[in-house]
């Protein structure tokens, strides 16, 4: 048996695991490095998460993906290039990690890679008959093995297509494990670039659990706040606090067709990106109208009415329901303060209550992915479309 086989088959047999989460999203922040310690497998997944750091990217280096990010019309050469980059560069920051935890590669028995999503083109969007489901992300797991000298599990989006799913969100799979509690309804809620959140009935039944993007979580925040203010966020929601909702531009906003589509459904910058607004912005007759404040006030609104909407067609009456946060916009707290009136009779929380960190959730998710992969069962999610039951990620080895 080749070595690498047989060392990834005896990690496989071990009651415990030591895995490396990586997650970098639609916002391009930076990288989250999640040290995760992870106990069993399916329903009995134990996690603690044993270190956590996000390091930033750079100026440089944002701009470089976005050359490619989202875009119909690229250079393919430049996309080539930073697929095997940004492989490199993830592995030296897992590497830097460790360095400064004070670890070495032999204290970590996985790295789990998501990479850097370019391009998201669920059918619903391209609308090419000939075509599938699809979506890029480039950072290739190989040069994140080779670099952090960690076997590396990538590319977990491809095989949740080919069984039929969008691929994204895939946290159903991972919130499900750690996150369900018997007689408690629960809804984790992520708000990154684009906002999601996973169904997790009290019944416990894998078959009624899903996730769904629900649109804009921060993307056009961000990016309008990058335009108008020269900022990165609105940090503490401080430029939406000071400025008016505009409800004629919310409700433009609104008309996609993304927002009137069954769960479970995935979008992305690809549809929601600032030309979005200035269509909206148009035919709105809104434009002369608004302050840059006024237009941060606006998105912010926009984003938490969809994400409210969402969750309201999933609350049943009479039943209690516990929403869980995590993600950058929760620390938003004029987003996650209208989200919060737009829903009454929900309890909210962090899922730092959880005792999961909120901004670490999904680099651990991803974690917990790998986890499954490498020594997981069988859980059937059942049948329905978009959620297939599935082991997904790749594996990369370092020799």
């Not at 071990?14 to 999640?34: F, H």
């Not at 040069?143 to 069984?163: C, E, Y």
């Amino acid at each position: 048996m080749n070595i690498q086989i047989q060392h990834l088959y005896e990690l496989a047999q071990r009651p415990e695991r030591r895995i490396v989460g990586l997650m970098s999203g639609t916002s391009m922040d930076g990288l989250d490095v999640a040290l995760c310690h992870i106990k069993g497998f399916g329903p009995q997944t134990d996690v603690s998460l044993t270190h956590f750091e996000t390091v930033p990217y750079s100026d440089d280096l944002k701009a470089e993906i976005r050359k490619v990010f989202a875009k119909k019309e690229i250079d393919f050469q430049h996309l080539c290039l930073l697929n095997a980059w940004i492989g490199q560069l993830h592995g030296q920051m897992v590497t830097d990690c460790l360095r400064h935890w004070n670890l070495s590669a032999s204290d970590v028995d996985l790295v789990a890679s998501h990479g850097q999503t370019v391009f998201h083109a669920p059918k619903s969007q391209h609308k090419l008959d000939q075509f599938p489901n699809a979506t890029l992300q480039i950072g290739d797991g190989d040069h994140v093995a080779v670099t952090t000298g960690i076997i590396t599990l990538s590319d977990f989006r491809q095989k949740h297509i080919a069984k039929g799913g969008e691929g994204a969100p895939l946290a159903v799979y991972g919130d499900y494990f750690i996150f369900s509690k018997k007689d408690e309804n629960r809804l984790m809620l992520n708000m990154g670039g684009i906002a999601n959140f996973t169904y997790l009935p009290g019944n416990l039944d894998a078959n009624e659990v899903f996730t769904t993007d629900t649109g804009p979580g921060n993307t056009l925040i961000d990016a309008f706040t990058r335009q108008l203010f020269n900022k990165p966020y609105d940090a503490d929601g401080r430029i939406a606090a000071s400025g008016t909702v505009n409800q004629d531009l919310v409700q433009m906003l609104k008309k996609d067709s993304f927002f009137k589509a069954p769960f479970p459904k995935t979008t992305g910058p690809e549809v929601f990106n600032p030309d979005y607004v200035d269509q909206a912005l148009q035919r709105s007759q809104t434009g002369k109208d608004l302050t840059p404040e006024d237009l941060i006030a606006t998105l912010t609104r926009f984003s938490a009415e969809t994400i409210a909407e969402a969750v309201q067609t999933v609350i049943k009456p009479g039943e209690s329901y516990v929403v869980y946060r995590s993600g950058g916009g929760m620390h938003n707290p004029v987003l996650t303060g209208s989200i919060q009136e737009l829903l009454p009779d929900c309890r909210f929380a962090n899922t730092d209550e959880l005792g999961i960190s909120g901004d670490a959730k999904e680099a651990i998710l991803f974690a917990v992915l790998a986890n499954e992969a490498v020594a997981g069962g069988f859980t059937s999610f059942g049948n329905r479309q978009g959620v297939p039951t599935v082991s997904m990620g790749k594996v990369s080895f370092p020799n």
